[in-house]
């Protein structure tokens, strides 16, 4: 007797098909999580840069109030004819020379392309702080009162303001960065008369 061949599966196993399906669907998932995680590989290394650059901002501002806090004879830079050695006030400048401890002239110097500079060496040469990422606007500046020297008796106080914008890979972040710095030194001839 000859027996019949039926025409069940005598293996449970898938088929091309169903293989080529499930690898199918396995790749679209695994190409969305890609994608995801490469996007947000992208916005951390973006999101790095501009802190970064904020923290160079913040370093800069910090060079700044500490040196001016330990120096005298603040002399603002408005433009006037004044020689940049003697006390000088204003209300809004683009620089501020002064003296060191050590008796060095140092400058801080806003330029009109929206950096800031630093000279150590009396205004001979300049060193650009900010990167070329930041910009500076013209609102920046610096506020000096109670420079001149006594019978003046304020005693010297800065102002920095820095505003402006960050342009970082194609995005700009507006920024505004403000402190205030007491000079140290007592700037009164006689403060028991």
Same mark, same amino acid.
């Given at each position: 007797?000859?027996?019949?061949?039926?025409?069940?599966?005598?293996?449970?196993?898938?088929?091309?098909?169903?293989?080529?399906?499930?690898?199918?669907?396995? @790749?679209?998932?695994?190409?969305?999580?890609?994608?995801?995680?490469?996007?947000?590989?992208?916005?951390?290394?973006?999101?790095?840069?501009?802190?970064?650059?904020?923290?160079? @901002?913040?370093?800069?501002?910090?060079?700044?109030?500490?040196? @001016?806090?330990?120096?005298?004879?603040?002399?603002?830079?408005?433009?006037?004819?004044?020689?940049?050695?003697?006390?000088?006030?204003?209300?809004?400048?683009?620089?501020?020379?002064?003296?060191?401890?050590?008796?060095?002239?140092?400058?801080?110097?806003?330029?009109?392309?929206?950096? @800031?500079?630093?000279?150590?060496?009396?205004?001979?040469?300049?060193?650009?702080?900010?990167?070329?990422?930041?910009?500076?606007?013209?609102?920046?500046?610096?506020?000096?009162?109670?420079?001149?020297?006594?019978?003046?008796?304020?005693?010297?106080?800065?102002?920095?303001?820095?505003?402006?914008?960050?342009?970082?890979?194609?995005?700009?972040?507006?920024?505004?960065?403000?402190?205030?710095?007491?000079?140290?030194?007592?700037?009164?001839?006689?403060?028991?008369?």
């Amino acid at each position: 007797m000859r027996k019949k061949i039926s025409n069940k599966r005598i293996n449970g196993g898938y088929t091309i098909i169903e293989t080529m399906v499930a690898i199918s669907l396995f @790749l679209v998932v695994t190409m969305a999580g890609m994608g995801a995680l490469l996007n947000a590989n992208l916005l951390h290394g973006k999101s790095e840069d501009m802190r970064s650059i904020v923290d160079n @901002l913040s370093f800069i501002m910090e060079e700044m109030g500490r040196n @001016l806090r330990t120096g005298t004879d603040y002399h603002c830079i408005d433009g006037n004819s004044l020689p940049i050695s003697e006390p000088h006030s204003c209300e809004k400048g683009e620089g501020i020379s002064f003296r060191t401890a050590l008796g060095d002239q140092w400058i801080y110097l806003m330029y009109s392309d929206g950096s @800031l500079g630093k000279s150590i060496n009396g205004g001979s040469s300049y060193t650009i702080l900010t990167p070329p990422e930041i910009v500076l606007d013209p609102v920046s500046g610096f506020s000096v009162l109670g420079a001149e020297p006594p019978p003046d008796s304020d005693q010297p106080f800065v102002r920095i303001q820095l505003d402006g914008k960050i342009i970082e890979k194609g995005v700009t972040s507006p920024f505004s960065l403000q402190t205030s710095v007491s000079q140290r030194a007592i700037d009164i001839d006689n403060i028991f008369d």
